[in-house]
T-cell receptor, first 114, second 111 residues
Framework: DAGVTQSPTHLIKTRGQQVTLRCSPK?????VSWYQQALGQGPQFIFQ???????QRGNFPDRFSGHQFPNYSSELNVNALLLGDSALYLC?????????????FGPGTRLTVL | RKEVEQDPGPFNVPEGATVAFNCTYS??????FFWYRQDCRKEPKLLMS???SGNEDGRFTAQLNRASQYISLLIRDSKLSDSATYLC????????????FGQGTTLQVKP
């Protein structure tokens, strides 16, 4: 039973560049949520995708965008990178309709912006 | 006021001790709550879900107090391997989607 997978594991970019992070949900899950976790803080919700649509969005600028594919995998795109975008980006998957929308996290992508 | 608040610690306890963490939340409409464990530079791993008054799994007990709007996590007979950061989280009023996390509480279990 494959868990949530993410790629790449680490990434180094410079200010102003663009980045794409990828996530495959746990087998049987259809919903993907993305979170940003800065050092010493809890994860912050970016957005959630279900049925290839953005279902809910957190307080992040439009530079953060996403996509969900028919196979439920998802991408997170960040444009015009800022130093403050350096963080661990976590993808979580869940099954729509399940009690309490329990979310399971992937190993994350550590993004460093120089 | 933050939506979910935790004492960041660190809590330093000896092996075998019992330790408890509290987490307060501000949205009285929140329905579901979670405790995650996060090891250094790793992803959060689900420890327990809390829907009604509480939940128990081996040495771990989670309780929900809706009147005072807090959840607690009790760890009995602490092991060295319990050393980690413990994150509490809740959904907003919709019971789906966005999980709101606290800052996390760091536990160090010493021999």
């Amino acid at each position: 039973d494959a868990g949530v997978t993410q790629s790449p594991t680490h990434l180094i970019k410079t200010r102003g560049q663009q980045v794409t992070l990828r996530c495959s949900p746990k087998s049987g899950h259809d919903t993907v949520s993305w979170y940003q976790q800065a050092l010493g803080q809890g994860p912050q919700f970016i957005f959630q995708y279900y049925e290839e649509e953005e279902r809910q969005r957190g307080n992040f600028p439009d530079r953060f965008s996403g996509h969900q594919f028919p196979n439920y995998s998802s991408e997170l795109n960040v444009n015009a990178l800022l130093l403050g975008d350096s963080a661990l980006y976590l993808c979580a998957s869940s099954l729509a309709g399940e009690v309490a929308d329990t979310q399971y996290f992937g190993p994350g992508t550590r993004l460093t912006v120089l | 006021r933050k939506e979910v608040e935790q004492d960041p610690g660190p809590f330093n306890v000896p092996e075998g001790a019992t330790v408890a963490f509290n987490c307060t939340y501000s949205n009285s409409a929140s329905q579901s709550f979670f405790w995650y464990r996060q090891d250094c530079r790793k992803e959060p791993k689900l420890l327990m879900s809390v829907y009604s008054s509480g939940n128990e799994d081996g040495r771990f007990t989670a309780q929900l107090n809706r009147a005072s709007q807090y959840i607690s996590l009790l760890i009995r007979d602490s092991k060295l391997s319990d050393s980690a950061t413990y994150l509490c989280a809740c959904h907003g009023s919709s019971n789906t989607g966005k999980l709101i996390f606290g800052q996390g509480t760091t536990l160090q279990v010493k021999p």
